[in-house]
């Protein structure tokens, strides 16, 4: 049980365009859904938090208006990197909960490389 | 974000042996922590947690170590195997519900 299902896996955009990710919980309800990024050879960084319904919490430096969240259901929370460029490029995780303080179900991830 | 874990070590085992990973947090207020396993190109997986008013939990094959006074963790795996090999996180849960990962440990297991 506690699937978190993402997709892409993989994505290479241009530079200037959005790619659009998305993260499912496919056998329960997350009321929370994080993501984190991740570059080689470092931890996950907790970009932003997002409960069903209301506006995502970025993490201090993360531009709200560069990674769009949006959590409209229980079980999909999507992540839009808008206008895209390399140094965007990245491991972008999300990861889910039920329930708080209860452990975060991770999706695979998906590689974006921006060229 | 939180500081959990100052940098990231690399440790190294024979197959069969006792692995002992450790993690430091920062936030004292931190109420639950989750060891995770990444392997390359994957997402972390879910190893064992441990609540603030726990100071020892066992899995399979695994222990987790919490002391509150000096903010410390560990991570210990009996029998270390070579899928045992990857990196290891561990997280803190702090304010808010949000989890923040500390900066992990590469585990080698040599067979």
């Known amino acids: 049980g506690a699937v978190v299902s993402q997709h892409p896996s993989r994505v290479i955009c241009k530079s200037g365009t959005s790619v659009k990710i998305e993260c499912r919980s496919l056998d329960f309800q997350a009321t929370t859904m994080f993501w984190y990024r991740q570059f080689p050879k470092q931890s996950l960084m907790l970009m932003a938090t997002s409960n069903e319904g209301s506006k995502a919490t970025y993490e201090q430096g993360v531009e709200k208006d560069k990674f769009l969240i949006n959590h409209a259901s229980l079980t999909l929370s999507t992540l839009t990197v808008t206008s895209a460029h390399p140094e965007d490029s990245s491991f972008y995780i999300c990861s889910a909960t039920g329930t708080p303080s209860s452990p975060l179900h991770f999706g695979n991830g998906t590689r974006l490389t921006v060229t | 974000g939180e500081n959990v874990g100052l940098h990231l070590p690399t440790l190294s085992v024979q197959e069969g042996d006792n692995s002992i990973i450790n993690c430091a947090y920062s936030n004292s207020a931190s109420d639950y922590f989750i060891w995770y396993k990444q392997e390359s190109g994957k997402g972390p997986q879910f190893i064992i947690d441990?609540?603030?008013?726990?100071d020892k939990r066992q899995g399979q094959r695994v222990t987790v170590l919490l002391n509150k006074t000096v903010k410390h963790l560990s991570l210990q795996i009996a029998a270390t195997q070579p899928g045992d090999s990857a990196v290891y996180f561990c997280a803190e849960n702090s304010n808010f519900n949000k989890f923040y990962f500390g900066s992990g440990t590469k585990l080698n297991v040599k067979p």
């Open positions: 441990i609540r603030s008013n726990m």
